[in-house]
């Protein structure tokens, strides 16, 4: 299900697919946001550029954001005061704060039109256990020098017991600015699309990214594809696990409210409304849950409808769509050099579904070690930090779930049998010893895959809300026809022939 912001942008634009072998100074890997936010600032700066992407711009996790352009990345400074320190947190809201700034500076500059408002932000408690909870974070963030507010009032259909509000901060139409940086960037930029870079290697000072059709030599390449496909060395799969969340666009008939609004704890609800042909439109997103772990369509979407029918009796759903983001061991993106390995190798992940300014705060800390330039924000986000896990739990759930789906899944004999699974749906059935995943379409159709991840080999599991092969490990998604959906995997599921 593709999201409003997909269904309502008329695109103009059409780039190739790589066929020839080229050389340029930087290859961007990925034409998320972070993707061409670097090769804005890149091109800007007289750089050769060429973007490979694997589908088209924006077409993932940027595509179905909320949009909420902001440093207030739920109760967090409390978390970072606490763990990392007063001076490490002050770092991360400056930094984000300086990417409102510079996203606002952007739009003004290039003069992109992408429904562009400034909105305050709020995280609020309905729950009188979770009121501490908020006091703590005005506190910490007011010890940060910020200007943040506790409130009681807010715009929302509903009494909060207690908030606490960012002032200006801001939203926008994701795709309407991504498309406004690329029609900002200068002629010394390639975009070229439907490109899957398979693998990167090292020649003499130079990378080459592999793709199907030919190569892309350059000293410098930027892993904007999300999840880093490389495994080793990085081994960023050893430190990043993916999270889905849902989202409804709801007409709901009446005047709606200004502001963005988040609840303090999990599961979260998220709303922000927006205006798309002159029509007010409610968004409410929330449902997390660990990708590749069990979902169905009332504890997702159907708990957000119920939320909205709550407040608005008569509305009418008119988009449902998800997607997922990387969520770090210690909860910081993790920005800059790829590997002390691999010199001239930068990323930028792990946003935890703050990519709108971490993806500015990304490429601008990404640029400037390009360019030899101190960026004063580039230890507190470093990809490569060696700290002590601060998420001792979340580690542990990592490696037991990577060794349940790698290993004890496996080996597990209890099995579905064809004739278990229901029309339009799937599940793992066991065929002459061999682990097979089964979607029976509604006419009874079989389409049957090995349901092993290509990342690295966990047991994937069915999703019966999008009809997808899920990873439980690292996030990776396929279609029940095995085609290769979401990263970190690039190669689709083998196919097996069911008479
Ligand atoms: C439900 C939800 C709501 C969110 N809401 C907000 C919000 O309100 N505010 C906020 O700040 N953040 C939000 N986020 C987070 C934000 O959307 C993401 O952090 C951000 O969009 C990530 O951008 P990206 O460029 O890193 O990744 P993507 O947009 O996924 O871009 C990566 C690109 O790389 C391409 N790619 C992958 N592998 C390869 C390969 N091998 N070769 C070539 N190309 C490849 C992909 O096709 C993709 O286009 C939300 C996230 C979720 C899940």
New binding site residues.
Partial sequence: MNSLWIETFDKKHEFPKLSNSISCDVCI???????ISCAYYLTKLGFNVVV???????????????????SQHGLFYNYLINNFGISFAKSYLNANENAIKNIKEIIDTENISCDFSYQNSFIYTNNHEELQSIYDEVDAVRSLDFPCEFTTTTELPFSVLGACMFQNQAQFH?LKYVYGLVDSISDNCKIFTH????DIRQSDNNYICYTDNANVQSKYVIL???YP?LKIPGFYFLKMYQ?????IAVDTKTPLFNGMYLTAKSPTL?F?TTQIDGKDLLLI?GADHKTGTYCNFESTYGSLEKVAKTYYPNCDVLYRW????CITLDKVPYIGLYSHYMPNLYV??G?Q???????NVAANIVVDMIRGKENPYASTFSATRMQPIKNKDEMKNMVVQSTKSIVVDKLNSSYLKIDDIALNSGGIVQINGSKVGIFKDATGKIFAVKPVCTHLGCLLSWNDVDKTWDCPCHGSRFDFMGKNLY?PA?ENLEIYNIE
Avoid: Q
């Fill in positions: 890997i990925g034409a998320g946001i972070f993707g490979l992407e694997k589908d088209e711009i924006a077409s993932k996790t940027t595509g179905h954001t909320t949009a909420k352009i902001t994701p490109t899957t870079v398979t904007a594809c999300h496909f999270s889905s969340s849902y989202l998220s922000r997103g998800n997607t997922r983001d930028g992940t946003f579904k703050w990519g709108m300014t971490s993806s990263d690039i």
